[in-house]
């Protein structure tokens, strides 16, 4: 991949593969820093369910923990009710984690981290080690 592909990837990480996209007859195309672009979702469960990119990997996209719609619709709905019961928390700490924020931040950078401030407490369970709680501080957005 060219130098030129190369910045305008990290300029814009959101709009270079609809650009890639709109230049490619192709239904996958090779990102420059080895992921992939998929135009539609069915090729898009074949690269996910395939054992060359789940080799190693857990079974979340090889239909063996979801492996049917309604497993998957009842997965939703549980994470929807755990978040709906837990929203009071989330809005108390949303103020505290806006106040982090530098006065200058780069989005969805900024969101992410309000995300992993406000649901920590979802990320990770509350016994897991502090080493481990730490790596999910993100780094200072800028």
């Known amino acids: 991949m060219r130098i030129g592909d190369r910045r305008r990837l990290r300029r814009d990480p959101l709009d270079y593969p609809e650009n890639l996209h709109r230049r490619s007859v192709a239904e996958v ?23 060359e990119f789940t080799a190693g990997k ?12 309604v497993a998957q619709v009842e997965v939703g709905h549980a994470v929807c009710d755990v978040l709906r019961a837990r929203l009071p928390d989330y809005c108390a700490a949303l103020p505290a984690a806006v ?5 200058v931040s780069r ?10 401030h406000c649901l920590a407490d979802l990320l990770l369970h509350r016994g897991t080690p502090a080493g481990t709680r730490g790596s999910l501080r993100l780094q200072p957005v800028a």
């Open 29 to 51: 195309i090779r990102l420059p820093q080895g992921g992939w672009c998929v135009s539609h979702p069915e090729p898009a469960r074949q690269l996910l369910r395939g054992p």
């Open 58 to 69: 857990s079974g979340f996209f090889r239909q063996d923990l979801l492996p049917t719609r």
């Open 99 to 103: 106040a982090d924020l530098p006065a």
């Open 107 to 116: 989005w969805p950078a900024a969101g992410n981290r309000l995300v992993c």
